[in-house]
T-cell receptor, first 111, second 112 residues
């Protein structure tokens, strides 16, 4: 079955870059997603990448996709304390109508 | 902006009670979803609906049922709540093609 894995925690200092990694198993995914969940809030879509792309950049966010290794990463440049949150990667399956989420990576930004 | 609302942010119920969690979206989305979120387990899909009165089981449907009588509203029902259903419940909706899911703020349910 589908499986998406992430490490549970990441700690960085303010101003450093953060890199959150994710591995997935379904090679037929069309889109891969990064969601952010701030404390006490629901999930918010941060960015997504189409499966035939290697990289997507959006301001401080860079998504890298290695389809051969089924590895997805999210890089946050100049990490700020406001970036502290849980980050979930997700892949779609079942003709694109369902998502499988990873367990989430809790990013802690130290001042 | 798409808005997905859930009827309660926090809910406390007793074992055996019937529990209704309501979700409403205002963007005429075809698809609606119910997830539960538990520490270390991420989001797990309970049920989803791809049209009015249509529903499909997700990964963990046991102990839950759903109702979609109107396009904008998707209800999650716990027929007889149990303590292992204490969790954060998240509702989401999406258009058919784009697959981006928009989430509600979540309902934290505690079953005593």
């Amino acid at each position: 079955g589908e499986d998406v894995e992430q490490s549970l925690f990441l700690s960085v200092r303010e101003g450093d870059s953060s890199v959150i990694n994710c591995t997935y198993t379904d090679s037929s995914s069309t889109y891969l997603y990064w969601y952010k969940q701030e404390p006490g809030a629901g999930l918010q879509l941060l960015t997504y990448i189409f499966s035939n792309m290697d990289m997507k950049q959006d301001q401080r966010l860079t998504v890298l996709l290695n389809k051969k290794d089924k590895h997805l990463s999210l890089r946050i440049a100049d990490t700020q304390t406001g970036d502290s949150a849980i980050y979930f990667c997700a892949e779609d399956y079942n003709a694109g109508n369902m998502l499988t989420f990873g367990g989430g990576t809790r990013l802690m930004v130290k001042p | 902006d798409v808005k997905v609302t859930q009827s309660s942010r926090y809910l406390v119920k007793r074992t055996g009670e019937k529990v209704f969690l309501e979700c409403v979206q205002d963007m005429d989305h075809e698809n609606m979803f119910w997830y539960r979120q538990d520490p270390g387990l991420g989001l797990r899909l309970i049920y989803f609906s791809y049209d009015v009165k249509m529903k499909e089981k997700g990964d963990i449907p046991e102990g839950y049922s759903v109702s979609r009588e109107k396009k904008e509203r998707f209800s999650l029902i716990l027929e007889s709540a149990s303590t292992n259903q204490t969790s954060m419940y998240l509702c989401a909706s999406s258009f058919l093609l784009q697959n981006e899911q928009f989430f509600g703020p979540g309902t934290r349910l505690t079953v005593l």
